[in-house]
């Protein structure tokens, strides 16, 4: 562990813990793809299932638990609690294309072991799920404060995941070419949206796109 | 290598 990590995953946690408060709060889900919460869920279960293999630390594991529940429970909260205050009309991204694409490139470069298989497919769908949700941001042409501030937590945890993959490499000469490939196409997917994010709503004024 | 050295990371 070190302290781009460290960060990083509490980034993560924030961005979840962001999330909630806004549902909570406004108590609606109004600006929050559904599909892209989908696809977060489907990305812990089938990257955390080694809960049941491997014991890395209470850390790690509380984590793993904290992330699968909580992505749970936030489909639960937009597709029953707060369901009236979602439109379906305004998330249309065609999500078929990323999980079939992240199967495929799974079983390519895999070693048909299912557990990596898995894991391949969970490092591959993360880096992409955030689509739906960038793609209704430019559908609405805005946002939210509260909700840039979500998406800002969640696009910096995997940009600070690269310093993290640096470090490791220099400190421990650890590689790992799928998260790294993955993680630097998933922090630029952000690029825009950070841009956006650092002229307009760190100044204090409302997330709208040009 | 062991799934455990493998993923680490979250």
């Not at chain 1, 960038?134 to 609405?140: D, I, V, Y």
């Not at chain 2, 290598?1 to 979250?10: G, I, P, Q, V, W």
Request: glycine share 4%; net charge positive; aromatic share 18%.
């Amino acid at each position: 562990m070190n302290i781009f990590r460290l960060v990083a995953d509490l980034m993560h946690l924030a961005s979840i813990f962001i999330l909630l408060l806004k549902i909570q709060k406004t108590r609606s889900c109004s600006g929050i793809s559904f599909k892209s919460q989908l696809l977060y869920s489907i990305v812990f279960v089938t990257r955390y299932l080694d809960l049941f293999t491997a014991f890395i630390s209470l850390y790690n594991t509380s984590m793993k638990i904290f992330f699968i529940a909580t992505s749970i429970y936030i489909l639960y909260l937009m597709k029953f609690k707060f369901r009236a205050t979602y439109d379906p009309n305004l998330d249309t991204f065609r999500v078929e294309f990323l999980l079939g694409g992240s199967l495929l490139l799974a079983l390519i470069f895999s070693d048909f072991v299912l557990m990596e298989i898995l894991w391949q497919f969970s490092i591959y769908l993360e880096s992409v799920a955030i689509l739906p949700q960038l793609f209704m941001l430019s559908r609405t042409g805005e946002a939210e404060t509260i909700t840039t501030h979500y998406l800002f937590a969640l696009g910096g945890y995997r940009a600070l995941y690269l310093i993290n993959w640096l470090w490791r490499f220099v400190t421990e000469s650890h590689v790992d070419k799928i998260s790294w490939i993955a993680g630097a196409v998933q922090t630029a997917l952000y690029s825009d949206f950070f841009y956006i994010y650092y002229t307009k709503v760190l100044h204090g004024k409302k997330f709208e796109l040009p | 290598t062991s799934a455990k050295e493998k993923h680490d990371e979250l």
